[in-house]
């Protein structure tokens, strides 16, 4: 009997082209992990101007990189070379990939038209993974035909025809530096994919962890309380989010719940918490609280407005006093 070859998956990175689509955040850090294992990228994003801005900002990490002698200017150079901007907001104009990142916004409906595209586009071996925070994969790749989703759109949209080659990647912020992927098992998931999947964010330097597609995985689900309980405590006036920041990084959590969430962003962390809440029949322990409404209301996003629960300027920490 013959051994099973590798998946495509796993064949040598200048070889296995991967489109990122969204040059947010995590978007211009992916392809900045897959760039710099040798992956030629494309990084898409609908909004004119924002992949060319996501790689002139990595173009500015790079130069930091390199003045601090932690790269070379040649390998700097090539791996800026590989990521190419591409602005659409059509998914059918991305040429043929291996693997397709998704991390656009948190909105089921936005991620659902997005994967129809490219399954409609992409060839039927490429793999395709959502950023995801808390979406489940099953709602992303199955028919959507509850009344309110039929009324919401106009009517039904189809089930995915190859839901085998979907699965969530899960990075989280920033990319370049934090080694955990979670690797999100939909229902239907092939076992090659998620396998090949896994294998591959190890050959990135990461530590891949499987789990099921439940709300907020692993990680996004034991963190809601956290944020939600810390949110409640300056409700109730027992202390301020730079106290209660200071005592958790004291009790060796890297940050504390406030200066976390104006990291990931007020509006990600809000759309995030929603979503664990509404898919879990609306469960008090993973509730959003008003005082996250209005920040985000108020446009105090975290860092990158300048203005969060704190106040940053160049992108650091303004101290309060
Ligand atoms: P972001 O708001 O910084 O970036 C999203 C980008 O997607 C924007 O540039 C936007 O123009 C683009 N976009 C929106 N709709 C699009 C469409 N239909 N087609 C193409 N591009 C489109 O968001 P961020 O923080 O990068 O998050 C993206 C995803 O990653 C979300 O699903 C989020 O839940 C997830 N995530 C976020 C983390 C965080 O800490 N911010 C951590 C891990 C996952």
């Known amino acids: 009997e013959s051994p099973t070859p590798p998946h495509a998956l796993l064949s040598p990175p200048d070889q296995t082209a991967v489109a990122v689509i969204g040059a947010g955040a995590m978007g211009a850090g992916i392809a900045q992990v897959a760039a710099q294992a040798g992956h030629p990228v494309i990084l898409v994003d609908a909004q004119p101007e924002a992949a060319e801005r996501a790689v002139a900002g990595l173009r500015a990490t790079f130069d930091k990189l390199v003045a601090k002698g932690k790269v070379t200017r040649e390998d700097a150079d090539a791996t800026l070379a590989r990521v190419t901007p591409h602005t659409t907001a059509d998914m059918r104009t991305i040429p043929a ?8 916004v948190e909105h089921l409906d936005v991620k659902r038209a997005i994967f129809r595209q490219l399954e409609s586009a992409q060839p039927s071996t490429t793999v395709l993974a959502t950023n995801t925070s808390s979406l489940s994969i099953d709602d992303i790749v199955g028919e959507a035909c509850s009344g309110h989703d039929a009324a919401l759109h106009g009517g039904t949209s189809p089930a995915m025809a190859h839901p085998e080659r979907v699965l969530g990647l899960h990075f989280f912020n920033p990319p370049p530096l934090m080694r955990l992927v979670e690797v999100i098992t939909g229902a239907a998931s ?33 963190a809601r309380p956290f944020y939600g309980e810390a949110q409640r405590m300056v409700a109730e006036g027992l202390a301020d989010p730079a106290t209660i920041d200071l005592a958790l990084r ?10 976390l969430t104006d990291l990931i962003g007020q509006d990600v962390n809000l759309a995030v918490g929603e979503s664990v809440w509404r898919q879990t029949g609306e469960d008090p322990r993973y509730a959003p609280t008003d005082w996250q409404r209005e920040l985000v209301r108020e446009g105090r996003l975290g860092r990158k407005t300048g203005r969060g629960v704190f106040e940053y300027a160049d992108g650091r920490p303004v101290d309060a006093e």
């Open 190 to 222: 092939g076992a090659d994919v998620l396998d090949a999947a896994s294998e591959l964010v190890r050959r990135w330097g990461k530590t891949p962890v499987r789990c099921t597609s439940t709300p907020g995985f692993i990680v996004n689900r034991v």
């Open 250 to 259: 004291g009790a060796g959590f890297r940050m504390g719940p406030f200066e």
């Open 97 to 104: 990939v291996a693997l397709v990142i998704e991390a656009v």
